[in-house]
C-alpha cells in the first residue's frame, strides 16, 4: 500500500514548465475565431498543470504504484477469483494479427480470429457440458441478463407467456436478482438451509406454474457445493422452469463437474476470472453463455460458426433475441482466455480447480479456531468466515478489513452473502504459494490476538496507508471530485 504524501498533478504545476516541444508548423496558420462560432472558441485559456516530463513521468508512474492489483501482492477477493493472468496471455493478445483487426473487415480477412473464437466456444462447450456458446455478453452480469432473455424467449415461443417468476436463492450473488429484475421477472427467494445448502424443501414450496427459472450458484457463495443439485434440476423442471447457472465460481468444478450434466439450460461464464484475464475496476470483461439445444434457437446473433473450411457470421437466426454487444465481443479478453485453455490443457484446468480448493481448505482449517465457521464442512474454493467473536469484543468485521491494509493484504469480501452476519468471504485462488497463504493467515491471527488484547489499533487502523480512517457517509455524501485552487 501506498503511503507517501502524494500531490495532485496541479499542486506540482509550476508557471511556464512544459512536457512538450512541438515541430515548426509546415501548413498554413488557421484562425479558430475565422472557423468556428464564437460561442465554441475559449476566452480565457485553460488551467492546465504546467510541469516538465521529468515531472510527468514521476506523476504517473506515482499513480501506477498506487494502484493495488494481483500484481501487488495478495488479493483474496472471496466470489471475483483475482488469479494470476500469465504473461503469454498478453503476448498472444498484442500480436498483430489480433491487437490489429478493424470490426468492420471483411470475415475472410480475419479467418484465425474466427477461428479463435470458434475453437474457443468448442473448448468452452466441453467445459461446461453445454450443446452451444455464445461469445457475445460483455461480463458476468450481461451474460445473466442474456440467458433470462433468452429463457423468457424460449417460453413465449412455446406460447407459455405467463410465466414471470425467477427463483434466487438468499445466497446468491447480488447480481442475479437485479438481471432478473432488469429482464422484467419477478424475483422470488429460496431460503438456505442449516448446512447453507439451498433447502430443497422451500424449494418445492416455491416452484410453479409462473416459475420461468431457478438462478443458481454451485457451489455457491458459501463455497459450497449444492449436493442436491439433480433433484432441484428435476423439481423445477417439472413444473417446465428452466436453469440458470451462475458460473462465477466454476474455477472450483473445472475438470471434475460440468454444469451440462447436473441439468443446467444456461450458463454464464466469466472468462476475465476463471481464465485469467485481466479485471477490476469494471472491466474489461467477457461473459459468455452456453446453453442447451432447446435454447440454442434463441442465442444472439451473429454465432461464430465453420462453413465449408471457412469461419463466418451466421445471422440466420429467425429466433435469436438479437445483438447484444458490438462487433466480436470483448475480443482481446477472448484471446487470452483461449491462450489460457491451450497453454493448461484438460489436466492443467483440473489441476487448478484441485489448488483453488486445497489452498481454501488450508486457510479455512488454519483460521476457524480464531474466528467464527458458520458451516463446518470442507469447502470449495472459497469460505467464509464471521467476524461476531471479535464483534464481541468490540472489533468490527470492517475493522478487521481495514487493518489488513496495514499489513499490505487487499481485504476480503466483507458482509456479504448476506446471510452471514460479520461476514469474510475468502477465495485465495490457485495461484498463490504456501508462504503468501501463510502470511495471510497470520496477518489474520495476529489481528484476532490484538482484537483481544489492544483492540484500539484494529478500531481506528488503517495506520499506514496514506488516507487514514475516512467519514465513510460524508465520502459518499459529499465526494470531492475535482481540484480547485485556494482563493
Known amino acids: 500500500m501506498a503511503t507517501e504524501n502524494f500531490p495532485l498533478i496541479f499542486e506540482r504545476s509550476k508557471e511556464g514548465r512544459s512536457s512538450y516541444n512541438l515541430p515548426a508548423l509546415d501548413v498554413p496558420e488557421v484562425s479558430l475565431e475565422e472557423e468556428f462560432e464564437d460561442v465554441y472558441v475559449r476566452k480565457v485559456d485553460a488551467a492546465l498543470p504546467e510541469v516538465d516530463e521529468l515531472e510527468l ?44 483487426i478493424h470490426p468492420y473487415q471483411d470475415p475472410k480477412t480475419v479467418q484465425g480470429a474466427l477461428e479463435l473464437m470458434y475453437d474457443l466456444q468448442v473448448h468452452l462447450e466441453e467445459i461446461t457440458g453445454m450443446h452451444e456458446i455464445t461469445l457475445q455478453p460483455a461480463a458476468g ?7 433470462l432473455m433468452m ?6 415461443a412455446n406460447g407459455d407467456h405467463t410465466r414471470n417468476e425467477v427463483i434466487v436463492p438468499d445466497s446468491a450473488h447480488g ?12 424475483v422470488v427467494e429460496v431460503k438456505s438451509n442449516e448446512k447453507g445448502l439451498v433447502d430443497v424443501e422451500h424449494l418445492k414450496r416455491v416452484v410453479n406454474e409462473n416459475t420461468a427459472a431457478l438462478m443458481l450458484t454451485n457451489p455457491n457463495t458459501l463455497g459450497l457445493f449444492e449436493t442436491e443439485i439433480v433433484e432441484m434440476a428435476e423439481i423445477v423442471h417439472g413444473v417446465g422452469g428452466k436453469l440458470f ?7 472450483a468444478i473445472m475438470g471434475y463437474s460440468r454444469p451440462g450434466d447436473m441439468g443446467f439450460d444456461a450458463v454464464h461464464l466469466n472468462l476475465h476470472k476463471t481464465f485469467t484475464g485481466p479485471h477490476g475496476g469494471g472491466g474489461p470483461g467477457s461473459g459468455p453463455i452456453g446453453v442447451s439445444e432447446e435454447l440454442a ?10 462453413n465449408e473450411g471457412l469461419y463466418e457470421f ?50 479455512m482449517r488454519s483460521l476457524e479456531k480464531a474466528y467464527e465457521l458458520p458451516f463446518t464442512q470442507h469447502c470449495k474454493h472459497e469460505f467464509v468466515l464471521s467476524g461476531n467473536n471479535q464483534k464481541k469484543l468490540g472489533v468490527k468485521t470492517l475493522n478487521i478489513a481495514k487493518r489488513l491494509l496495514d499489513l499490505e493484504i487487499h481485504p476480503p469480501t466483507v458482509y456479504f452473502p448476506l446471510i452471514v452476519e460479520e461476514a469474510m468471504m475468502v477465495e485465495p485462488t490457485e495461484t498463490e504459494s504456501k508462504e503468501t497463504l501463510d502470511h495471510f493467515i497470520d496477518a489474520m491471527l495476529q489481528i484476532a490476538d490484538e482484537a483481544k488484547n489492544n483492540p484500539e489499533i484494529v478500531q481506528e487502523a488503517p495506520h499506514h496507508t496514506a488516507v487514514k480512517r475516512l467519514d465513510e457517509t460524508t465520502a459518499s455524501r459529499k465526494p470531492v471530485l475535482r481540484f480547485q485552487r485556494e482563493g
Not at 434457437?297 to 465453420?306: A, N, Q, S
Open 151 to 156: 429463457i423468457k424467449a424460449f417460453h413465449e
Open 141 to 147: 452480469s450481461q451474460g445473466e441478463w442474456t440467458s
Open 175 to 186: 447480481t442475479n436478482p437485479a438481471s432478473a429484475a432488469v429482464a422484467g421477472f419477478k
Open 314 to 363: 451466421d445471422y440466420d437466426l429467425p429466433q435469436s433475441i438479437g445483438m447484444v454487444k458490438g462487433y466480436y465481443g470483448n475480443f482481446g479478453i477472448n484471446v487470452r482466455a483461449y491462450t489460457y485453455i491451450r497453454t493448461m490443457g484438460a489436466e492443467g484446468l483440473k489441476k487448478v480447480s484441485e489448488y483453488a480448493v486445497l489452498n481454501a481448505n488450508y486457510m
Open 57 to 100: 513521468m514521476r506523476h504517473y508512474t506515482g499513480l501506477s504504484n498506487r494502484n493495488f492489483g494481483i500484481l501487488s501482492g495478495f488479493y483474496p477477493l472471496g466470489s471475483c477469483t483475482m488469479k494470476y493472468n500469465p504473461v503469454i496471455n498478453e503476448d498472444i493478445a498484442k500480436l498483430p494479427g489480433f491487437s490489429h
Open 297 to 306: 434457437p434463441f442465442l444472439p446473433k451473429p454465432v461464430v460458426r465453420k
Open 245 to 251: 447457472y451462475d458460473g462465477a465460481n466454476l474455477n
